[in-house]
């Protein structure tokens, strides 16, 4: 499994349990340093998830990118999702999460607007997709299994994602 945007290790930790192999990317040192201590048996890289994945095209059966390809400008999105979608072997899954628009607590409103559903949360880029977004995202090239807003309680207050 390619993890994109590991943080501190909490789903490596649980994929990790399962008996999964994962192959992680995060972008914070101080986070890798935690995932690494966390579980120490995944393979943790610190670096941005726009360079080269650790893993090669058709190289991993599972993607999982929960809530890490929000901070960047439309196209370097779509791209990235590209380079997602290459790295899957055929019949391979991503495993996603993204804003939605309806995530009030975290910035969907409120926030300087960099572009359409991209602003400016307390110095930090963030993108917001409507349905409509999440479709173009994965338009091209991707077979659609699921798609559905939810509301989860990982925070200290509910967030909206698809």
Known sequence: MLELGCGGGRDTATLVEAGHRVVAVEVSADAVARARERVP??????????????????????????????????????????????????????????????????????????????????????????????DRLFASGWSTLGVEERMIDRYDHPKAVW
Request: aromatic share 10%.
């Open 41 to 134: 048996s995944a393979e943790v890289h610190c670096r941005d998830i726009r360079a080269a994945f650790p893993v090669g095209d058709g190289g991993a059966g599972v993607a999982i990118a929960s809530l890490s390809l929000h901070y960047f400008p439309w196209g370097e999105t779509c791209i990235l999702a590209e380079r997602v979608r290459r790295v899957l072997r055929p019949q391979g899954v991503l495993l996603c999460r993204l804003n939605s628009t309806n995530d009030r607590h975290f910035g969907a409103s409120g926030h300087p607007e960099i572009d359409k559903d991209y602003y400016l949360v307390e110095g930090e880029p963030k993108r917001f997709f409507d349905r409509a977004t999440v």
